[in-house]
Every structure is written in C-alpha cells, then in structure tokens.
C-alpha cells in the first residue's frame, strides 16, 4: 500500500526541518520530510551558522528576531544541542555617510522592539581587539547576533519534530510530482510512490527542479560565496568572554570567532552564478573550489581592517552555494496557479529567517493565514517575468554585490530594466521623465524637462530631484498633472454570479451601475487584503482596480474562493492603460477632447462612464488620488500613446503637466490619503487605518466581517493619524518611531513633504491614546529626535470640495 501523508516536506536543509517542527507543533503530526541525502546536505553544512536580527524589512527583522529566539526552546526540546554562541555582533559605519546611515537604522529597529544600540568607537576598541578602527565612526550593536553548529541546530529541529510524530525519511529522492484529479499529489521516490495532500518545496539548491516536476518556475539561483577559517589568534585565546561578531559593511566582509580563530567571509562585489537550474541530482556534500582571485580586493579590505589576519596562518577555504532571489528574501506560500502546493525555498539567510519560515508556513497551512505580514517572502510577490534566466541573473547579482551597502528611499537599482514599458514609455522619456520600477513596470517618478544630463543622488534627506516635484504638484493644484496610471491593476469580474461573489469577496457594499467604491478587501481574521476600487460597467460586470504589484497575490486570492461557475475574472492590468488626469482644470481638458456631456451634474464624483475621448474608446472614472477634481481615463493599451498625444494637446492651453509618482505621493499627504504597502496591509484592520468607514457592516456576510465587527465593538488600540512634523531638509519615510513623553508610541507608515501646504507630513499608526488631534510627539528623522503633532484635518481642502466640483 501506497504511504499517505497530510504534508510531505521535500528536503531535509535548516528550512525544511523547521517546517516539519512548526507543522508538528500546530498539530498536524501526521507529516514526513524526504531527504534525497542526509540531512543537511544542500546549503547547510557548510554554512558559517551565523544569525542576526538586523534586516531592512522590518517585518522580516521581527522574524528573523523569533528565529533566534527558538533555538534554545528546540535545544530543550529536542535534547540536541545546537552549539549556540550569543556573542552579540557590530556593523561598523566606516565613513560618515555610513554613520549617518546606521544612525538612522538604529531608529528604525526601535520602531521592532530590537534591542540594537549605537556603539562609540572606543567602546568598540575595547569590545573588538582585533579590528584596525582607522576610518572607524561607529557601530551598530545587535545583541541577539551570533552563530550556531548547523548541524546540530539542523537535527535539534528534526528530532523535536519526529518527538512530536513527524517522520524523517532519508536517502531517497522525489523522482516526480503529479497532482491526482482528488487535488492529492502524487510523490514519486527512488523507493517508490507516497501520496500526501500538500506538498512542501524546501528543497534549497534544488528548488528550481522541484519546481519543474509541478510545471512551475521559481525565481531563485544559486550563487557561490567564501568564506576563510585561520589558525588560532593568540588575541582572541586570551580573551576571557568570545569576541561577537563583526561586519564591516564598507568593507563588504564579516567576521565571527570560531573556537581561537575566527572565520572571515566575503560579499564579493562580482559575485558568480553556480548552476542557475539547481545543482545536479548527485550532488554531493562537496565544497566548489575556492577562486581568491576573485575575491582578492574584498580580502585586502578585510586584512587590513582585522591586521592581525596578516599574520595568522588559512587552515581551510569554504566556497559553498546557495540560492539567491531578485530581492534576496525568501520564496514561502501557496504557489499561485497550483493547489497545496507549497514553497519554502529561497533563502540566504537560513540560521536568521528558518525558524521563522516555518512558524509563517505552519500558521498559513493549519489555519488559513501566516500570523503575520509576510509580504516581503511570499512566493506570490513576484509574477513569471522574475523567473527569466536574464532577469533573475541580473537582479540576484546585483543584489549580492549590495549585500552590504547602503540603501536610500529614494533610489532605484538598474538591473533587469527595461523589462516592462507601456506605449508611452519613449514619449514620457522624451518629457523628461525619471522612472522607478514596480514589478518589473517603468513608472515615472518625476521629470525634469529640460536637462538631459539631470541625475537624482541617493539620500537620506530630500533629493535634487525635490524642486521638479515641487513645480508638479503646484501645477496640480493650479492648473492640471497628467499621471501614467500602469501601477494599477485591473480585473475584470464577470458572469451571472459576480455580484453575489463580489458582495462576499468585499467587505463595502457593491456599487449601482455607473458608479464607483473604494472597496476594503478583509481575510477571515479581518485584516487587509486590498483597498480596491469597484466600479459597475453593468449589472453582471465590474472592473476592480488594485496595485499592479500585487497581481499576483490578489488573484490567489481571487482564485482560492472562486466559485466552480458562474463568476469569470480577467486580468486586465497590461491589456488596459491609461491617464489620470486631475486639477481644476481637468474638465475643461477632457471637455475639448470628447462629445459627452462631463459636467458635474452627468459625470459625478464617483461615477463612470464609457465615452469617446479624443480617437480613443475609453472608460472615464471620476476619481482622483490627488484631492483635486479628476478623471482617471483607460483605454486599450493600443490605443494609450494616441490618448496622450490628444491629453497633451488639449491640454496645453490650460497648463497641463506631466506628473510622477513622487508628486502624487506629495498631493496624497497633503489629503491624508493612504496607499497600499504603507498605510495598508496585511498587518493592519479597517478600524486601524480608517478604512471602516467603507465597510458595510449591515449588508450581510462577507469574508472577515465577524472579526471587523469585533473590532469596532472593542475599537482598535492603534490609529492612523496624519502628523506634521518639524523638519527641515529631510521627511520621514517610513517605519521611524514615534514617541511621547518618552515613550513609544506608534511608528511612521510613510512620509514626505506637502509642497503645496509647505509641511512635512506623514501618515502614522499610533496608539489611540495619543491619536488625538493637537497631541505633541515627537518622529525620528534620518536619527535625530524631531517635534511633531497630530492634525485634525488634512490640510488641503479637508472637505474634499474639490474634489467633488
Ligand atoms: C559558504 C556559505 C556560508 C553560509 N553562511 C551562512 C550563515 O552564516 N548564516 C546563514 O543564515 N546562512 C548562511 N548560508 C546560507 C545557508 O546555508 C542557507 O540559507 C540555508 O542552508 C538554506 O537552507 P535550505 O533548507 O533552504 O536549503 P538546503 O540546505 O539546500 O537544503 C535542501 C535540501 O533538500 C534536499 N533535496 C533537494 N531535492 C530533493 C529531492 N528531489 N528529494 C529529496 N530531497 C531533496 C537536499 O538534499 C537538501 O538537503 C551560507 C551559505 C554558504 C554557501
């Protein structure tokens, strides 16, 4: 008889021996891990084993913070030690520039809760005997740094499991995957068939062909990285207390002492791909060669930031592999296009984010949801365009070749772009436009007409790009912006049952025909899942307008709860693009270009219409994200490039301007609107972020309405709240803490200046103790203590009358 399992986790590295435990854990013990080898035999034996909390997603540094956290439970429970060292460890600021920056991170981090703290140099003279400190600024200290024996922690996780009824089988490989008309899936080993009804890809450098046998791809590479392990160091055998670890991020190299010596490894700034498919099935535990040619100018940095290197003798070299993604996080979730079958694959990091990885899966697979906001891991943040053997090589290299170095809000990568441009990418260039990517879109983020040469410089503090994006939002308010509107997503919902479906899909209630609503989108434990705008183009057909970078997980989401019949769903996000076109002027423009009557009266404030506008078919909204009067105008993409060419033209006479992303941020400060990614997310409710105001709470059922409902009966103990704050050449951004009388008392979801109000403002979550309007706080900007209060109104026409003229 075939076995069966609830789960099978194939692949037996740090990721998937935590799986099994948190699965374990949660109660579902009827689970085995298949291991082609032993386990540990991918990525994980060679490992440095070494942890920080430290990360620039918040939401993952709170992760990798339970990962550590774990490893002394797993220890106790499983009765394997994990050869645990909690040095602690310093990220040295070598330049000023750094320090500054490290400063502000250190802000950041307290926003988590994470107990980093600043470090002088003397302090870390005396903490560090071996680092050269020429250059040397200051340092961030993370107490929760450290390393492990991978080993051990690997099987301290797996015996936990197998003591709580999870099975471990080893030395056999999965041969294939088959997913059975019942939605079990099929495993087939070199010892025979198993069946299971969820399948788990932790298969590490094998990743990619685990996924081939289910017909998909993933977007992760292997890629190689060294490290040296010296001779004792007569410095360190003296020390009473192990010297914490020590990365020098200028310097592109970490430190950790291993026994009296100590292990240096490297971040090469030319970093090399291995076996871009997967490793080959027989691989072995083999290192790769070592190529210190390679690697020689990082080395000499690091020799002579540590002197005492120098002289002490190399007694091995490790060059391992493993797997990278575009953005370097993990890959973890249910595989959109697939049924219970799950990813756990991806990750770089995995003695800082396993335990994590696996609490994540374990709450998403036994109760419907991760726990917490895991956007930054989820398989589903990327689309197929990220699985392209260029792309994927050009954006996993430039991120290992960053590893280290500073990251700017206001900075944007060149690797793997062009990839995506609408009609009028050559157009808007020719303007002038400076383009941002979103999931792979070109996206203008401001222009500068008349200088070809102008190049925005990364910086914590406003840009030089700030004057340009000053003259778009007076132009707005004056006259009229024209913004390219690819960073929407559009579905089309459709078919006999689409109402019913929609009307249990979105927690508002559902639009008359012609008419639009900003639609909240919960999940069963009333969190957000959208704040998307439905509009009703007929009885049995509506458009939904989200952010095109969440495609991919909203049609997941979508295609979860959709009906077997009845309800059809069409993507429309690359086949419709269009404009929004929004100032006082914006009507007497699209008046010029089209035969339909457009005055307030026949085209309201949240209405629709289709209408001719200019050569073009187009579907007008009467919405703006901008608080000024406004039309957002789609067409065929076909036709984008002809709408423009006519918008501009009509334009001209009444002052219209080409706009970016950067400006529309400005304008939605100055309106207190909020944007999804900052404002709204997984992490947040209806009640926090204000967003209840559109939920139709008497309407009937819909999906999260019992947990809403909760919520406004207890009120939500943080509240969204807009905040002037007292700075002068740098805004918030996002994540910085905020406090009162010294404490803590909420963080910043994003922040920038209002040119036309002439404030810095920025949208916040605070407890509601504090939310009221007037309430003196104080922001962390760019590390330095700012005042700030709360407002009561937005400050650019608080009664939307503009909008609605
Ligand atoms: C030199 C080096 C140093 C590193 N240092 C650190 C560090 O200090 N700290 C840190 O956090 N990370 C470090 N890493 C990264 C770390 O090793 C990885 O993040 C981690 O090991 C990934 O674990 P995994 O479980 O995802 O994958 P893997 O360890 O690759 O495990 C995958 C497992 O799946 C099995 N498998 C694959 N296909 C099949 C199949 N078809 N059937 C059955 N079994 C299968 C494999 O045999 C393998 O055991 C380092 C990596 C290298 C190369």
Known sequence: ????????????????????????????????????????????????????????????????????????????????????????????????????????????????????????????????????????????????????????????????????????ILRNRVTDLTQMPDKRWRISTEKGDMTAEHVINAAGLWARRVGHMAGIDLPLVPMEHHFLVTDSIPELAVLEKEMPSVTDLDGFTYLQQEGTGVILGVYERNPVHWRPQGAAWDFGMDLLPEVIDRIEDELLIGFERFPVLQKTGIKRWVNGAFTFTPDGNPLIGPVPGLQNYWAACGCMAGFSQGGAIGLALANW????????????????????????????????????ARRFSMAYPNEELPA??????????????????????????ETPLFFVPDDPDFAEIPSLRRSNAHPFVAQEVNATRSHAGLFETGIYARYEVSGPGAEKWLDHMLSSRLPAVGRIRL?????????????????????DRFWLVGSYFLQEWHLRWFREHLPKTGVRIENLSESWLGFSLSGPRSRDILAALTGADVSNSALPFLSCQNMNVGMTQAVVARISLTGEMGYEISVPA?????????????????????????????????????SWGTEFAQSYTPGMSGLDH????????????????????????????LLEIEATDADAAGYEPIWSAGHRVGFVSSGGYGHHVGMSLALAYVDREVAEPETPLNVHIVGEERAARVLEHAPYDPAGKKLRA
Request: hydrophobic content about 40%; proline content about 3%.
């Open 519 to 539: 639609a909240p989108m919960l999940n069963p434990a009333g969190k957000l899942m959208g704040d998307l705008t439905v509009t009703r183009l007929a009885d």
């Open 638 to 674: 076909i036709q984008q490039r002809s709408l423009w060419f006519a918008l501009c033209k009509a334009g001209e006479p009444f002052g219209l301007r080409q706009i970016g992303l950067r400006a529309l941020d400005s304008l939605r400060f100055e309106k207190a609107y909020g």
């Open 365 to 400: 697979m036994t109760e419907g949801d991760p726990g917490f906001d895991v956007f930054g891991m989820d398989v589903a943040r990327f689309g197929s365009y990220a699985c392209n053997d260029k792309y994927l090589a050009d954006t996993t290299r430039q991120f290992y």
């Open 416 to 441: 793997g772009r062009p990839l995506k441009t609408s009609p009028c990418y050559d157009v808007l260039k020719s303007e002038g436009a400076h383009f941002g990517e979103v999931w792979g879109m």
């Open 1 to 168: 008889m075939t076995d069966h399992y609830r789960v099978v986790v194939i692949g037996g590295g740090i990721v998937g021996v935590s799986v099994l435990y948190h699965l374990a854990r949660a109660g579902w013990t009827d689970i085995a891990l298949i291991e082609r080898a032993e386990l540990t035999a991918g990525s994980t034996w060679h490992a440095a084993g070494g942890f920080h909390a430290l990360n620039s997603d918040p939401n993952i540094a709170a992760l990798q913070s339970y990962t550590i956290e774990l490893y002394k439970q797993i220890e106790k429970e499983s009765g394997q030690a994990v050869g645990l060292h909690s040095t602690g460890g310093v990220e040295l600021a070598c330049s000023p520039e750094r320090w500054e920056w490290l400063k502000s991170e250190w802000a950041l981090f307290q926003t988590l809760d994470i107990d980093a703290r600043l470090m002088d140099v003397g302090e870390i003279e005396a903490m560090f005997p071996i680092v050269n400190l020429e250059g040397v600024e200051g340092g961030l200290f993370d107490p929760q740094e450290g390393h492990l024996d991978p080993h051990g922690a690997t099987h301290a996780f797996a015996m936990a499991a197998r003591k709580l009824g999870a099975k471990t």
């Open 694 to 721: 559109f939920v139709a709470f008497d309407k009937g059922d819909f999906i999260g309405r019992d947990a809403a409902a909760r919520e406004q009966e207890s009120g939500a103990s943080q509240k969204l709240v």
